[in-house]
């Protein structure tokens, strides 16, 4: 029998960017706890397809919402409409973002602008919008996917970088506002993860073997060891946890 601080049975989460990768991972392990999940993207096929996929084993406790989370008017109306045919949101997991590898000396103004809307102005958004419904509510966990660069840099991620570092300290303004209102607000910073986003990375030789004798836990991440710190941050175990980044990163920042 699981511990009940950890119990969130029949609460209902939304998690951004959830059609595959990280995101797809934590709204898995949402529904393993029991949750109603309702996953979003923007590309509706890929959606479909994640959800017939976790569907198989969760049934109709997966839903999906397809909005851009870039967009107020989008954000507004489709936070609206989820708690209208779901349920209240009690658990929102930021977790939309996107990397652009280039030099400093060559970095495009769109593309800075593009990973500023993706990966900053999006949690501030939806949490803004998902808070101002927990707020009456006294009551909701919010939480943002920062990254290890939220923290360290490497060259050619200078943009990248300043989004992250930027989530964070959202991610504690955010705690100093909310946390009032009965709202946690916490991060989870992924380290170096094999995905879809970092294959290119992982079929690097070189470079996948200086992240593995860079990490004292001499591997790349697995998607899912991001789960426990999710169902921590999102249930009764974490109330007095408020604007903490917890990084998930095998030990890499922690040594030289």
């Not at 009551?139 to 990254?147: A, L, Q």
Request: hydrophobic share 40%; aromatic share 6%; with cysteine.
């Amino acid at each position: 029998m699981s511990h009940p601080l950890f119990d969130i049975t029949g609460d209902t989460a939304l998690v951004t960017g959830s059609s595959r990768g990280i995101g797809k991972a934590l709204a898995r392990g949402l529904l393993e706890a029991g949750c109603t999940v309702v996953l979003n993207g923007r590309d509706t096929t890929a959606l479909e397809e994640t959800r017939k996929e976790l569907a198989a084993s969760f049934g109709d406790r997966v839903r999906t919402a397809a909005f851009d989370v870039t967009d107020s008017a989008a954000v507004t109306a489709g936070i609206a409409r989820i708690e209208e045919e779901t349920g209240p949101i009690g658990i929102l997991v930021n977790n939309t973002g996107v990397q652009h590898r280039s030099p400093l000396l060559e970095f495009t103004d769109a593309d800075w602008q593009r990973l500023l809307d993706t990966n900053l102005t999006s949690a501030f958004l939806v949490g803004r919008e998902v808070a101002r419904r927990m707020a009456p509510r006294q009551r909701g966990k919010i939480v943002n996917i920062c990254s290890l660069q939220s923290e360290a840099v490497r060259p050619g991620i200078a943009a990248y970088s300043a989004t992250k570092g930027g989530l964070k300290m959202l991610t504690k303004g955010m705690c100093a506002d909310l946390g009032p209102l009965g709202i946690q607000v916490n991060g989870i910073g992924p380290g170096y993860f094999d995905t879809e986003l970092t294959s290119a990375l992982v079929a690097d030789e070189e470079f996948s073997a200086w992240v593995r004798k860079r990490t004292p836990a001499g591997r790349w991440g697995a998607v899912d060891d991001l789960v426990g710190a999710l169902l921590f941050l999102a249930s009764p175990a974490s109330d007095f946890v408020n604007g903490q980044v917890l990084y998930v990163d095998g030990g890499m920042l922690s040594v030289l």
